[in-house]
Every structure is written in C-alpha cells, then in structure tokens.
C-alpha cells in the first residue's frame, strides 16, 4: 500500500517536472533572442552598405536561413511555456485517484501531495 503511494507522489512530481522548461532552456532562449537581433542586424547591413555581388547574397541567404531555424526554435519554446502556464491554472485543481479510492491532490501554492480529503471553507 505504501508502495503504491509513493509510485504515485512520484507520478505526480515526474509529469509537472517534465512539463516545465527547465533553467538551460530559458537560457538558450534568451541566447537564440541574442542571435536572431545580431543576425537582423548582420542582414540589414549587408543589404545596405555591401557590394551587390554573388558571394554577399549568398552570405544574405545563409544568414536568413539562420535567422528562420532560430525563429522556429523561439516559436516552439514560447509554445511550450504558454502550455505550462495554462496547465498550471488548470491542474492546480486537479486531482488523482489512490488505489484506496482516496484522493492524491497536488496542491500548487507549496507543491506538497495531499493524502486527505481538501476541506472546504463554508462562508
């Protein structure tokens, strides 16, 4: 039985750690942010004040093509924190069903795992 509760309180913690982007994903989303400017940046001056030849567009295209892959990747982490921040909202009442037929709730103001029946206020 105790067992069965733990595999559950780890459950629980596993599936909100996974949803979460972790600390390095944020710092290699700000570092893309960092490189897609310096990238802008790279193509509106070649644009401008380079030679018209061969070699520079073909510099243009590789550092748009850049600029696109990093843009789809900026695209796929803000996705994915917007997902968390709503799932947070939503799970915060959230609940699971013990073995018992008790309930696990995973309290989202300290993150602690509820073994009793949430008692509720009446006003």
Not at 67 to 92: I, K, M, P
Request: net charge neutral; with cysteine.
């Amino acid at each position: 039985m105790k067992s069965e509760l733990a595999e559950e309180i780890f459950e629980l913690v596993e599936a909100r750690s996974h949803d979460q982007p972790t600390p390095m994903e944020f710092e290699m989303a700000y570092q893309a942010r960092v490189a897609i400017d310096r990238i802008r940046f790279a193509i509106k001056h070649t644009e401008q004040f380079a030679p018209s030849t061969d070699q520079m567009r073909d510099v243009g295209l590789q550092l748009l093509d850049a600029l696109h892959r990093l843009e789809a990747v900026d695209r796929r982490f803000q996705v994915r924190s917007r997902l968390v921040s709503r799932t947070e909202a939503g799970r915060a009442n959230s609940s699971r069903q013990r073995p018992d037929g008790g309930r696990l709730r995973l309290d989202e103001t300290n993150g602690c795992v509820q073994t009793r029946p949430r008692t509720e206020r009446t006003e």
